[in-house]
């Protein structure tokens, strides 16, 4: 039996864009089918997250953390961080993606972990949080695995036009988020 392979996290460079928006433009593709129109997800997504990342990894906005995880070289998973966002609620994840074939082996959970050691090491204020659609109900519940508090109910303004229902998902602090990323492993299945 080959071992299973070894997950490497680091910090995006802008030698990843392409990469990344493939996974993003993926992952939309893949799970916020019925979330967002089937004519935006079949439209030229490639090409708009492309240059999404481009100009995010080209021109960081302060506070912005990009963070991969890779099998191989490979790309399996990423997290996009804005620090210190908001002055009540903390530091934003705007985007968490993990490849469909490397999902329920804990690596959302490594990746929210980094997120969290990322925000203690530059001292970021206040807690987590980031916004998860309603329908969405198993980033919802990956999430509230991990120690998330569903904060608000609020309404997605979609790049289609729609209109969807999200929460606000918050912990209070890096060490709380890290308390509860750090006790899911993901079970293989
Ligand atoms: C949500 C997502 C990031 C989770 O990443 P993942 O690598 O599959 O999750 P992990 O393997 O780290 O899981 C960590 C814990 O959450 C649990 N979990 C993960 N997905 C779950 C689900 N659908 N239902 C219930 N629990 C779940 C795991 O069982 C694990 O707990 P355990 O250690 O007790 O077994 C991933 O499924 C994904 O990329 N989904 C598509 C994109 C998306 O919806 N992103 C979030 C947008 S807000």
Redesign the pocket.
């Known amino acids: 039996m080959n071992p299973a392979p070894t997950i490497a996290l680091r910090e995006a460079t802008a030698a990843d864009a392409a990469a990344l928006a493939g996974l993003h433009a993926q ?1 939309w593709r893949g ?1 916020y089918r019925g979330m967002m129109s089937d004519a935006y997800l079949d439209g030229d997504i490639g090409a708009e997250r492309a240059a999404f990342w481009a100009n995010a990894l080209a021109s960081p906005p302060p506070g912005q953390a990009v963070i991969v995880a890779e099998s191989d070289g490979a790309l399996a ?1 990423f997290v996009h961080l804005h620090a210190d966002h908001d002055p009540t609620w903390g530091s934003y994840v705007h985007a ?3 490849a469909a074939a490397f ?7 490594r990746l929210m972990d980094a997120v969290g050691e990322w925000c203690e090491r530059h001292g970021t204020r206040g807690g987590v949080w ?1 916004w ?1 659609l309603e329908p ?1 109900a ?2 919802r ?2 999430y509230e ?2 120690g998330a508090r569903n904060a608000e109910r609020d309404v997605w303004e979609a790049p289609d036009g729609g209109r969807v229902p999200k929460f606000r998902y918050a912990w209070p602090s890096p060490q709380a988020l890290r308390a509860g990323a750090g006790q ?4 293989p299945t």
């Open positions: 992952s799970f998973g968490l993606h993990v999902q329920g082996r804990g690596i959302g959970a980031l998860v969405n198993p980033a519940a990956f695995r991990i899911a492993t993901g079970t």
